[in-house]
C-alpha cells in the first residue's frame, strides 16, 4: 500500500455465548440440530409470550468484559432494534445500545516484529441472534430455521485503534484466546459461534478520519485479513481518481477476494430503537461483579508473565504457548509430569506442533497425551535418549500413539553413554578418515563437526554428543 495512507479498522465482533438455553428462552442451542427443532413460543414470537432473561448469559457477558480489562455498568437494559429480520419472527431485535452491560476495556496484542499494542474496547452489550434463511433447498421458496433465533451473543466493539491487516488479525486471535479460556464462547468460526464485521477507512497520516466502510460478516482470520486489504486498496483508489466514499455495508466475496456494495448503511435513527418495555433493566451489585472476577481463570497475559518470570521461558515461546488454551494446559500437564519446562517448550512448539500442522490435526486429537509426551522428555532429560533418537521415537508416537519408554526399550534405542564403547567408534572413524584428520590438524578446525557427525552415522545418533565432542577433542589435540 502507498505509504502516504494510512489504514484505519475497527471490528464489530459477534460472540455467540456458551450457554444450554438461548438468551430469553429455555431452548436448547445445541449445533446441528434438526431444524425448527430447537425453537420455543417466545422464540417463534407467538402472541403473548414474554422474554424471561437468562442470568447465566449476563453472568458470562460480565465475565468477558473482566477478562477484557473494562467496566462493568451496574445498571443495563435492553432496548428493541426495529428492522425488517426474515428470520426473526418478533420484527425486531432485543439488543442492548442506550446502556450497555460492558463500557471501556483493552486488549494487549503482540505483533510479528515483537513489539505490543494496546487496542481499546469501546463496550460489550447482549443481543439475541436472528435465525438463518436457507436458500438451497428449493429453487423457487427460501425456508427459514429459527433454531438460533434468540441465541445470545455478545457483540464486542472494538475503538479504530487498528492500522493494518496484522494487527486486526493478532486482535482476533487473542480475543479468541481469552474467551476460550474464559470459557464464554467456545471461538469456532467456522459453525458461526464468532462472527466479525470489519469497519475499514483511509487517511493520509494525521488527517481526520475517512468514511468508513462496513464489511459483514468475515468468518475466518485470513478472510479479515484479505477483506481489509482489499477494501482499503479500493478506497484509495478512489480516492486518488477523484471520487468520494460512500458510508456503505459491504459483502466480501471469497471466490474473488472483492468486496461489494450491499446496502448503503444505516444509522442509529434508522432502527428507531427504543428501551423493550417487557423486559426489566438488568441491575447487578459490586459484590456480584467482584465475586465473578475471582472466579476469573488464569488468562494468557498473567500465564506469559508466569511463564517468562518463572519457568524461564523467552516471551515468544510463553506467547505461543498460551496463544490457545489447549496449547496451554498440554504444555501445563507435560511440566506437571517432569520439571522441565524449557525442554518441553522446545519439543512442543518444534516436532509436535510441526507433525500437527502437517497431518491438519488439532492437539487435543493428537495420539501423544500430554503424560505420553512428558515420559520423551524425561527420557531426554536423564540423558536416556539423545535428540536425534528423540525425533525417531517422536515419530513412532505420533503415528501409533505407543509409549515412548516401551519404544526405546524394545527398539534398542537407549544412549550409549559407555566412554569405551564411544572410544571404540571414535577411533573408527578416525582411522577410516587419515586424510582429514590431517587436514584438521593443519588449521580447519571446521572439520570437527564432520568427525562428530560421522561418529553419530556410524553409531545410529546413539551416542551422548556431549561424551563424543569431550573424546574427540582429546583425541585431536
Known amino acids: 500500500m502507498n505509504s502516504e495512507w494510512e489504514i484505519v479498522i475497527g471490528l464489530e465482533v459477534h460472540a455467540q455465548v456458551t450457554s444450554n438455553a438461548k438468551l430469553f428462552s429455555s431452548a436448547s442451542t445445541k449445533f446441528g440440530a434438526e431444524p425448527n427443532s430447537q425453537v420455543s413460543f417466545i422464540d417463534a414470537a407467538m402472541p403473548g409470550m414474554l422474554p424471561k432473561l437468562n442470568k ?17 455498568n451496574l445498571e443495563s437494559r435492553f432496548d428493541r432494534k426495529n428492522y425488517f429480520y426474515p ?17 471501556k476495556g483493552y486488549i494487549n496484542i503482540r505483533l510479528n516484529d515483537g513489539s505490543h499494542k494496546k487496542v481499546g474496547i469501546h463496550h460489550i452489550h447482549l443481543e439475541q441472534d436472528a435465525g438463518k434463511s436457507l436458500h438451497d433447498q428449493s429453487p423457487r421458496h427460501t425456508f427459514i430455521d429459527l433454531n438460533r433465533a434468540g441465541v445470545a451473543l455478545m457483540e464486542i466493539v472494538s475503538e479504530p485503534d487498528m492500522r493494518s491487516a ?29 462472527r466479525c464485521d470489519a469497519n475499514v477507512s483511509v487517511r493520509k497520516k494525521g488527517a481526520p478520519l475517512g468514511t468508513r466502510c462496513e464489511i459483514k460478516n468475515l468468518n475466518s482470520i485470513r ?3 484479505k477483506a481489509i486489504e482489499y477494501e482499503a486498496e479500493r478506497q484509495i483508489q478512489v480516492i486518488e481518481s477523484g471520487g468520494t466514499i460512500d458510508q456503505e455495508t459491504r459483502l466480501f466475496d471469497t471466490t474473488t477476494g472483492e468486496t461489494r456494495t450491499m446496502r448503503s448503511k444505516e444509522d442509529a435513527l434508522d432502527y428507531r430503537y427504543f428501551p423493550d ?28 508473565k508466569r511463564y517468562t518470570e518463572q519457568l524461564g521461558l523467552t516471551e515468544y515461546d510463553a506467547e505461543v504457548l498460551t496463544s490457545d488454551k489447549t496449547f496451554a494446559d498440554y504444555f501445563e500437564e507435560v511440566i506437571k509430569e517432569v520439571n522441565e519446562p524449557k525442554l518441553a517448550a522446545n519439543w512442543i512448539m518444534a516436532e509436535l506442533f510441526g507433525r500437527l500442522n502437517k497431518a491438519g490435526i488439532e492437539i487435543t486429537d493428537s495420539k501423544i497425551s500430554a503424560k505420553s509426551f512428558a515420559k520423551l522428555i524425561k527420557l531426554m532429560a536423564t540423558d536416556v535418549i539423545s535428540g536425534k533418537i528423540a525425533k525417531q521415537v517422536i515419530d513412532i508416537m505420533f503415528e501409533t ?9 524394545t527398539e534398542n534405542l537407549k544412549q550409549v553413554t559407555d566412554t569405551g564403547e564411544i572410544e571404540k567408534v571414535i577411533d573408527e572413524v578416525l582411522a577410516s578418515n587419515q586424510d582429514k584428520v590431517a587436514e584438521y590438524k593443519s588449521g580447519k578446525d571446521k572439520l570437527f563437526g564432520f568427525f562428530v557427525g560421522q561418529v553419530m552415522k556410524a553409531s545410529g545418533g546413539k551416542v551422548n554428543p556431549d561424551i563424543v565432542n569431550k573424546i574427540l577433542k582429546d583425541k585431536l589435540s
Open 401 to 409: 500413539g505407543r509409549d515412548a519408554e516401551e519404544i526405546v526399550e
Open 166 to 194: 496484522e494487527e486486526a488479525a493478532e486482535y482476533m486471535k487473542k480475543l479468541r484466546a481469552i474467551l476460550r479460556y474464559l470459557g464464554t464462547c467456545d471461538g469456532d468460526m467456522e459453525k458461526g459461534s464468532l
Open 223 to 225: 478472510f479479515i485479513m
Open 56 to 72: 447465566f448469559c449476563v453472568e458470562q457477558a460480565v465475565k468477558t468484559g473482566l477478562g477484557l480489562n473494562a467496566e462493568i
Open 87 to 103: 428470520d426473526l419472527p418478533q420484527g425486531y431485535q432485543i439488543t442492548q445500545f442506550f446502556k450497555p452491560i460492558v463500557d
Open 277 to 304: 418495555p417487557d423486559l426489566l433493566p438488568i441491575k447487578l451489585t459490586s459484590d456480584y461483579i467482584e465475586n465473578l472476577r475471582k472466579s476469573l481463570p488464569e488468562l494468557p497475559d498473567q500465564k506469559v
